[in-house]
């Protein structure tokens, strides 16, 4: 009787990630807090049965992603990834918009991709500062809100 292997494997955890912009110039490690808003949806459209009134078939009519929204604590106006969202909400319709593709990669406790997310022609759409408040000791939080064309998981 063949003996079965041995598995190490171990559900993984949310606090062990890492985004990673491609694309020129280069974005240096942008040290995230917070991802969200990896999901696809199907959208169904509606079609009414001819002569039944109460039936309706649902189809298939496109896949929606959400916007990947990425939160840190407020960085300096000096690095790459500033400079492109600045360019890029800034600019308005002056300025053709740089998409770039980006990674986001859920580790394991040595630092390997268990699984990676790949968002293509990314770019920013909403750029925000937490509230400031007298009352209240934490970081300021700012966050990032961008688009993209395709979620794809490589992993």
Not at 17 to 33: C, L, R, T, Y
């Amino acid at each position: 009787m063949a003996k079965k292997a041995v598995t190490t494997w171990a559900p993984p955890v949310s606090f062990y990630f890492k985004v990673v912009f491609q694309g020129a110039p280069k974005i240096e490690d942008a040290g995230f807090m917070e991802v969200s808003g990896l999901k696809e949806e199907m959208e169904l459209m509606e079609i009414q049965e001819g002569g039944e009134n109460d039936y309706f078939h649902q189809v298939p009519k496109r896949v929606k992603h959400g916007n990947l929204v990425l939160k840190r604590a407020l960085e300096g106006l000096d690095n790459g990834l500033e400079k492109w969202i600045k360019e890029t909400i800034e600019g308005g319709f002056a300025r053709r918009i740089k998409p770039r593709n980006i990674v986001v990669m859920l580790l394991d406790a040595e630092g390997k991709a268990l699984r990676c997310w790949w968002c293509s022609h990314a770019y920013p759409v909403k750029w925000e500062v937490s509230a400031f408040s007298s009352q209240e000791n934490k970081l300021v939080i700012e966050t990032l809100e961008l688009c993209y064309n395709l979620l794809e998981r490589k992993k």
